[in-house]
């Protein structure tokens, strides 16, 4: 598949319009009189990945920004991350997301929530991203790669962008050592667009594209537990009142029954990834 057919195929399955206008509607619905409107509010239903703000929280803790730090998120979505992250540090985050829709409710939500000028949005791709050399301080990336199959170009634009010493945080999917996973999920419709790396493919993409691995873990054990819970609440209770489906839709529920079982059964693991753009 040539690069503009897969960009087509990831706009198809994430796009859809009505996006701000959903998630305004049904956070506002939750607040108390005069209550703002903020990212945390938000943040149920703006953080698109798997286990929303839980999953941020652990990804910032290694990302450890700083109030003067320029902040790249690589596929952005509709910049829940980004919003959270500007708001309790006091940094400048730029988002780049290939989505038109979700790019159209970012800024929205950003408008909504006074975050406009902490917070920028492009809409372009991770594999030429339309940014100076060495133009941030720190860079991170959620769920992003396996929508990818050009991994070397990813990191190496990651790595480009990045100032000497900056550092690349990422949580994502990658192939388990069970049988091929079932789709739908929230990443791609079927096996086609699906670009998972194992743990060994993964080390050398990331070297591969000049970027030094500092830390590297699998996470599948720590995440068991509310990946287990997680799908026994989506097969009885289904999606509660605020999550993602606000962004995708109800499709949402059996992408998540997928994902969730393809990680219960092994046959995709999560990692956690800390990479740096060396010194010299």
């Known amino acids: 598949m040539d690069q503009d057919t897969e960009s087509q195929h990831i706009e198809r399955h ?12 049904a956070v506002r619905a939750t607040l108390k009189p005069g209550e703002a409107l903020t990212p945390d509010a938000l943040a149920p239903a703006d953080h698109f990945h798997g286990r929303g703000l839980v999953a941020t929280r652990e990804m910032v803790a290694l990302l450890a920004p700083k109030s003067s730090d320029r902040i790249l998120d690589i596929g952005s979505g509709v910049g829940g ?13 730029t988002g780049i997301d290939l989505t038109a829709d979700f790019c159209r409710a970012a800024e929205s939500l950003n408008a909504a929530t006074g975050m406009s000028t902490q917070v920028t949005i492009v809409h372009g791709s991770a594999l ?18 396996m929508n990818i199959a050009g991994k070397v170009t990813f990191y190496r634009e990651a ?14 999917l990658a192939r388990g050592s ?15 667009t699906s670009f998972l790396s194992t743990i060994d493919e993964t080390k050398a993409e990331i070297a591969a594209a000049g970027l030094e691995i500092v830390a590297f873990k ?7 537990k509310a990946q ?11 999606l509660p009142p605020l999550s993602a489906h606000l962004i995708v839709g109800p499709r949402l529920r059996e992408y998540q029954i997928n994902s969730n079982r393809n990680f219960v059964e092994g046959r995709i693991i999560s990692l956690e990834v800390v990479a740096q753009r060396p010194v010299t």
């Open 14 to 25: 994430y796009a859809t319009g009505g996006i701000a206008d959903r998630v305004l509607s």
């Open 81 to 93: 991350p980004a919003r959270w992250i500007a708001s309790k540090y006091g940094c400048h985050v």
């Open 128 to 145: 030429a991203l339309p940014f100076p050399d060495a133009s941030f301080d720190r860079a991170y990336s959620q769920n992003v790669v």
């Open 159 to 172: 790595c480009r962008v990045l100032k000497p010493g900056g550092i690349l945080v990422m949580s994502n």
């Open 178 to 192: 069970g049988s091929e996973p079932d789709y739908p999920t929230p990443w791609a419709a079927t096996a086609t």
């Open 218 to 224: 699998d996470t599948s054990a720590d995440a068991m």
């Open 228 to 238: 287990v819970a997680t799908l026994n609440r989506l097969q009885t209770a289904g």
